[in-house]
């Protein structure tokens, strides 16, 4: 998602750093309008170079609690004032029913979790949260997802699932509407079976379906999106998870 949301946001003018732990990556960061910094959360240094800015936004898969301790110290050194820390609705708990932003439905346990709760308690800058479902587009179709002989587990459960597009779209939002301390859902309006869903994204690569397995004790989640609707009047663009053409 990095290089897609660098381009949109130097497309709507802002001037835009990104970093990445991979040096050879820097001219296709610089192709896509942005200056690129080395940034790596598992060794951090001195990055007040790359923090001179107002909002950071934090697109980072690593669970380093003690990497993303360091970082928030770093932050708070800096003129950042607001944080847009992407996280995953992974962190709830599953209880088999739909599950909201603002009822305390989070697994605790969770690492995830855990450094949510490290942005949300600074007093040095604000921090929403973006929980975004499993990300899929034409570079991740979701018939690739499970190949060479892989068979699906819990297959009769629901997906929760977002594209890349409202991912953008939701961020975009955020920041058109300064909407700072909030914790936010992404995640698509349709929540077929793995069965279902799956099925379909082969059919449209014109492969067979994959193997499922048929578990009776199934445990799920069912992601609300409702918030991000009724509090940023966002639309989405891809709602029916069974109607995306890749």
Same mark, same amino acid.
């Given at each position: 998602?990095?290089?897609?949301?660098?381009?949109?946001?130097?497309?709507?003018?802002?001037?835009?750093?990104?970093?990445?732990?991979?040096?050879?990556?820097?001219?296709?960061?610089?192709?896509?309008?942005?200056?690129?910094?080395?940034?790596?959360?598992?060794?951090?240094?001195?990055?007040?170079?790359?923090?001179?800015?107002?909002?950071?936004?934090?697109?980072?898969?690593?669970?380093?609690?003690?990497?993303?301790?360091?970082?928030i *110290?770093?932050?708070?050194k800096?003129p950042?004032?607001?944080?847009?820390?992407?996280?995953?609705?992974?962190?709830?708990?599953?209880?088999?029913?739909?599950?909201?932003?603002?009822?305390?439905?989070?697994?605790?346990?969770?690492?995830?979790?855990?450094?949510?709760? *490290?942005?949300?308690a600074?007093?040095?800058?604000?921090?929403?949260?973006?929980?975004?479902?499993?990300?899929?587009?034409?570079?991740?179709h979701?018939?690739?997802?499970f190949?060479?002989?892989r068979?699906?587990? *819990?297959?009769?459960?629901?997906?929760?699932?977002?594209?890349?597009?409202?991912?953008?779209?939701?961020?975009?939002?955020?920041?058109?509407?300064?909407a700072?301390?909030?914790?936010?859902?992404?995640?698509?309006?349709?929540?077929?079976?793995k069965?279902?869903?799956?099925?379909?994204?082969?059919?449209?690569?014109?492969l067979?379906?994959?193997?499922?397995?048929?578990?009776?004790?199934?445990?799920y989640?069912?992601?609300?999106?409702?918030k991000?609707?009724?509090?940023?009047?966002? *639309?989405?663009?891809?709602p029916?998870?069974?109607?995306?053409?890749?």
């Amino acid at each position: 998602m990095g290089l897609p949301l660098a381009t949109q946001l130097y497309k709507q003018g802002f001037h835009v750093k990104a970093s990445t732990r991979h040096r050879e990556r820097f001219s296709e960061i610089a192709t896509a309008g942005a200056s690129a910094f080395y940034v790596d959360i598992d060794q951090l240094s001195d990055i007040q170079e790359f923090l001179h800015s107002e909002i950071l936004i934090i697109n980072i898969t690593s669970k380093n609690q003690t990497g993303f301790a360091d970082l928030i *110290q770093q932050i708070e050194k800096s003129p950042i004032q607001k944080v847009l820390f992407i996280s995953s609705s992974s962190v709830y708990q599953n209880l088999n029913r739909e599950v909201s932003e603002d009822e305390k439905a989070e697994d605790h346990s969770s690492v995830l979790w855990h450094i949510e709760q *490290q942005f949300q308690a600074s007093q040095h800058f604000q921090t929403t949260i973006l929980r975004f479902s499993g990300l899929i587009d034409k570079r991740r179709h979701p018939g690739r997802f499970f190949r060479n002989g892989r068979s699906v587990p *819990q297959a009769d459960a629901p997906v929760n699932l977002i594209h890349l597009d409202d991912c953008l779209g939701i961020i975009n939002a955020i920041l058109q509407q300064q909407a700072w301390g909030e914790i936010f859902n992404g995640c698509a309006d349709t929540h077929p079976t793995k069965r279902e869903f799956y099925s379909y994204a082969r059919q449209l690569m014109g492969l067979s379906s994959p193997e499922f397995d048929s578990e009776s004790d199934i445990k799920y989640k069912i992601i609300s999106n409702q918030k991000v609707k009724r509090k940023l009047n966002y *639309q989405f663009q891809h709602p029916d998870l069974i109607k995306i053409n890749f």
